[in-house]
C-alpha cells in the first residue's frame, strides 16, 4: 500500500509539472508580431520565421481552396518576391482558450505584375506544445481591399 501510495504521488507530481504555464500577454505580443513578419515575409522571401512559427503537422488552405503544409510554405515563400513587393498587415484580433488561439487578421498586398492590390484575409490556429506557440492550421482568402 505504501509502494501505490508513493507511485500516486509521484504520478500526480509528475502529471502537475508537465503542465505548461501561458502568460497570455507575452503571447499576444510574440503571435502579433510574428504574423507581422510572416506578412513581410511575402515581398522580403525570408523562410526563417515560417521554419520558426509553422508547426511540422502545419495543414494550410490557400485562397484556392488547396491544402499545403510546411515545406510547400517554405518555397513558396521564398519564391514569393518574383510576385509581390509589399504585404503588411493592417488588423489582428487574437483570442485565447487554453493553450490554443486564434488569430484572425487581414493584410494588404501589392504583386509586381500591373502593381495590383487587394487583401489577404486569414484566420490562423495557433497552439503552445513543447515551450514554444506555432501555427497548426491557416486558412487565407483574397479580398478587395478596403476603401479609405
Not at 494550410?60 to 518574383?82: C, D, L, R
Not at 484566420?123 to 482568402?141: G, P, S, V
Amino acid at each position: 500500500m505504501k509502494t501505490f501510495v508513493t507511485l500516486l504521488l509521484i504520478s500526480l507530481y509528475l502529471l502537475s509539472s508537465c503542465k505548461q504555464e501561458v502568460d497570455y500577454a507575452k503571447a499576444e505580443e510574440y503571435i502579433r508580431e510574428s504574423e507581422r513578419q510572416w506578412a513581410e515575409s511575402v515581398a522580403s522571401g525570408d523562410t526563417n520565421i515560417i521554419k520558426r512559427i509553422i508547426a511540422e503537422d502545419f495543414v494550410g488552405v490557400s485562397p484556392e481552396g488547396e491544402q499545403y503544409g510546411k515545406a510547400a510554405m517554405i518555397k513558396e515563400t521564398g519564391t514569393a518576391p518574383q510576385r509581390f513587393l509589399s504585404n503588411h498587415l493592417n488588423d489582428i484580433k487574437i483570442r485565447f482558450y487554453g493553450n490554443f488561439a486564434i488569430a484572425q487578421g487581414d493584410e494588404t498586398w501589392v504583386k509586381r505584375a500591373g502593381s495590383s492590390t487587394a487583401r489577404f484575409v486569414w484566420t490562423d490556429t495557433w497552439i503552445f506544445r513543447d515551450n514554444k506557440w506555432e501555427i497548426l492550421a491557416a486558412e487565407d482568402l483574397i479580398a478587395p481591399v478596403r476603401p479609405k
